[in-house]
């Protein structure tokens, strides 16, 4: 008796379980470990100083711990994760750099995780971990230090994707549903993202499977309810204690009227991300000068050819040779991919490298199997591995040796990179005491390190 498509389908999904972690798998997270931790610390445990919209998330979390309420007492105009996930730290730990930048090293492993476990059933090889090492070099140092919202709710949608990665079951759609309701709790809008590149999975997977209208509607039930339960149970005591008025302003008055005027918060941020070249000459020998350049301009070249270039590439050669994809699983896994990055990326603020960055995993992966159809030689993929790993290598060594600026801190020993950065919050040390009020007047910066009281409803 002949089986149908979909219970074959099922049938395989069942057969090709989850692989097992082999002994080059190991070595390899050990050797990311060792690079983020080399970017992250002056070895062995001195949390290196880094400025960012991550200082908001944790500067909103202390204020948290001293009483104030969201949206009651100080503005924010993201839903409140990130926040609670530094509050629960501190809480345990005490407010310290160092935690800051744990989270961020954890979110690098998990980030790495993601795209080897995208990658392994698609390629072989090297291939398993040249995309990985490629992130890494190719806009870590640059996009990827940030402990904010961005990168948690990101890593969220793509653990809802990968619980559907192997196998659509039931449990792994609720599960699905239950991840974006969390992102939705880092980001309003990151969760809607993910549930609706997963919709159109769904749809995209009921038409090829032909299997009917009802079955789609079940598998939309299995996902949206846990979704809604999460986001119901997450936001309510927010909306609860900070009032339903102050709630909508800050997460959807505000982000919908208020925000699109930031010049970073539009379409005409698209490829901004490139200096001038006649500075670099004017400070630098023309060699230095180069290279230098070279290296500030790859991050954001590599990324704006990547995304959203790579989703219209694979559709093209599904348009134009149907039969390269046989294996259905494959098919899959690359379309599932496909609808997640192009919500992800259609779900950002603005076109910029930066904000690309963190949503370039499905991207990457797609490209290096784009690449493995070319069907080169093993030993090409094993020697790009190589070099970009002594790339990674020297970027360790180098973060490592430069000349830094040691600062003791009330939240911290803390290792600056920049004499003029160190400087600034010298003279904040000299001349404030913790608890003191404080106001800065453009980005808060020295709230959390120096336990400065913000004496403002805002930033």
């Given at each position: 008796m002949g089986l149908s498509s979909g219970t074959m389908r099922a049938t395989l999904e069942e057969k090709e379980?989850?692989?097992?972690?082999?002994?080059?798998?190991?070595?390899?997270?050990?050797?990311?470990?060792?690079?983020?931790?080399?970017?992250?610390?002056?070895?062995?445990?001195?949390?290196?100083?880094?400025?960012?919209?991550?200082?908001?998330s944790v500067t909103n979390a202390v204020r948290m711990l001293n009483g104030e309420v969201i949206y009651k007492d100080f503005f924010h105009l993201t839903t409140p994760g990130t926040e609670l996930l530094y509050c629960g730290l501190f809480a345990i730990f005490g407010a310290k750099i160092w935690i800051l930048n744990a989270v961020i090293l954890v979110l690098g492993m998990v980030q790495v995780w993601l795209i080897w476990y995208f990658s392994r059933p698609l390629v072989s090889g090297a291939l398993r971990y040249l995309p990985s090492v490629v992130f890494l070099v190719l806009g870590y140092r640059v996009y990827g230090i940030d402990g904010s919202y961005r990168i948690l709710s990101v890593v969220l949608i793509l653990f809802a994707i990968a619980v559907l990665y192997h196998r659509k079951t039931n449990f792994a759609l609720a599960a699905a549903g239950i991840l974006c309701g969390l992102s939705t709790m880092v980001v309003q809008t990151r969760g809607l993202s993910g549930m609706a590149a997963i919709g159109c999975f769904l749809i995209w997977d009921a038409y090829r499977d032909k299997t009917g209208l009802k079955q789609l509607s079940f598998d939309a039930v299995y996902l949206s309810v846990p979704f809604v339960l999460t986001v119901a149970a997450t936001q309510s005591y927010f909306i609860w204690q900070a009032g339903f008025e102050n709630?909508?302003?800050?997460?959807?008055?505000?982000?919908?009227?208020?925000?699109?005027?930031?010049?970073?918060?539009?379409?005409?941020?698209?490829?901004?991300?490139?200096?001038?070249?006649?500075?670099?000459?004017?400070?630098?020998?023309?060699?230095?000068?180069?290279?230098?350049?070279?290296?500030?301009?790859?991050?954001?070249?590599?990324?704006?050819?990547?995304?959203?270039?790579?989703?219209?590439?694979?559709?093209?050669?599904?348009?134009?040779?149907?039969?390269?994809?046989?294996?259905?699983?494959?098919?899959?896994?690359?379309?599932?991919?496909?609808?997640?990055?192009?919500m992800l990326a259609a779900g950002i603020s603005a076109p910029t490298g930066y904000r690309f960055y963190h949503v370039a995993i499905p991207a990457i992966v797609i490209l290096f199997w784009l690449l493995s159809q070319l069907r080169l030689p093993v030993r090409i993929w094993a020697t790009l591995l190589l070099l970009f790993s002594a790339w990674a290598g020297a970027y360790a060594v180098q973060r490592q040796i430069v000349n830094k600026y040691d600062l003791n801190m009330p939240a911290g020993n803390a290792a600056f990179l920049g004499l003029q950065t160190y400087q600034k919050y010298l003279w904040v040390k000299d001349h404030l005491e913790p608890g003191e009020v404080f106001y800065e007047a453009f980005h808060p910066s020295f709230y959390f390190p120096f336990y400065l009281k913000n004496p403002t409803q805002l930033y």
């Open positions: 379980g989850p692989q097992i972690i082999r002994a080059p798998d190991l070595i390899f997270f050990v050797a990311v470990f060792a690079f983020l931790s080399t970017q992250l610390f002056q070895l062995p445990l001195t949390p290196i100083f880094f400025e960012g919209d991550h200082l908001i709630y909508y302003f800050s997460l959807i008055t505000f982000p919908l009227v208020y925000y699109p005027s930031d010049p970073l918060a539009k379409f005409s941020s698209y490829l901004t991300d490139f200096p001038d070249l006649r500075v670099y000459f004017n400070l630098f020998p023309p060699v230095t000068a180069l290279w230098r350049y070279f290296r500030i301009v790859l991050p954001p070249t590599f990324l704006y050819l990547l995304v959203p270039w790579v989703y219209v590439v694979l559709l093209l050669i599904r348009r134009v040779k149907p039969t390269l994809i046989k294996n259905f699983q494959t098919n899959r896994r690359l379309m599932l991919l496909l609808f997640a990055g192009v």
